[in-house]
């Protein structure tokens, strides 16, 4: 599971608020690996997934996709765009399994604006994604791959201590900026450490609180 500790929307509205946004919104269906919506397209949304999960991804001319986030379900996503006054929308979004994702037109959302509750939910879940943007980008000027792997892994595990994680090594590279190969040495260097347990597309992290130390320790060097 990913999870990268960012609050889930769904748990920080209250019963009547989250039944007064689902009233605004339509709810759409889609199956393992359909585009819910392609980086340009008009018309952006406030999204709030239901069932399954949402990847995003940025498409390069190349062919070549650069993995973002994955959504979980309880979490949202689209309201970038939409604060920001962008009438295009900014990432790809592919279905992970069978998904169902509730949808809020941007017309509409004014709406949701006017309840200084939903107003307080969405700004909690923007900083939180704010500041992990600002531990990625410091981690990228001060430390090696493998603290700033380290500090991945365990967002991406959030509360699950113990939990296994949905791993593919290119979207990790990518959320990095590292090279799979630079990628395959961080990975190592835990592995031997006894820090990581891999699999086929997975990998455990026998005691999380050991990691964050190791991790703590080398990011003060």
Do not use: C
């Not at 940025?58 to 379900?73: K, S, W």
């Amino acid at each position: 599971m990913i999870n990268f500790d960012i609050p889930f929307l769904d748990k920080l509205l209250t019963q009547t608020d989250l039944e007064f946004l689902r009233g605004l919104a339509v709810r759409r269906s889609f199956s393992d690996g359909e585009m819910i919506q392609d980086r340009g397209d008009a018309d952006p949304v406030l999204a709030l997934v239901v069932r399954g999960k949402v990847k995003l991804v940025t498409p390069l001319a190349d062919g070549r996709e650069i993995f973002t986030t994955v959504i979980n379900p309880g979490q949202n996503y689209g309201d970038i765009a939409l604060m920001t006054g962008q009438v295009k929308r900014v990432h790809r979004a592919i279905a992970v399994g069978d998904t169902e994702v509730d949808i809020v037109a941007g017309a509409t959302v004014g709406a949701l604006l006017d309840r200084p509750s939903i107003v307080t939910a969405l700004y909690k879940v923007a900083s939180a994604r704010l500041g992990l943007l600002m531990a990625l980008l410091d981690d990228m000027r001060a430390h090696p791959p493998e603290v700033r792997l380290a500090r991945v892994l365990l967002l991406m595990q959030g509360n699950e201590r113990g939990g296994r994680i949905d791993f593919g090594q290119e979207d990790v590279a990518n959320l990095l900026g590292v090279s799979t190969v630079t990628l395959a040495k961080a990975l190592k260097m835990l592995k031997k450490e006894g820090l990581i347990a891999t699999g086929y597309r997975q990998i455990s992290i026998p005691d999380g609180t050991r990691l964050m130390h190791w991790m703590e320790q080398r990011a003060t060097l």
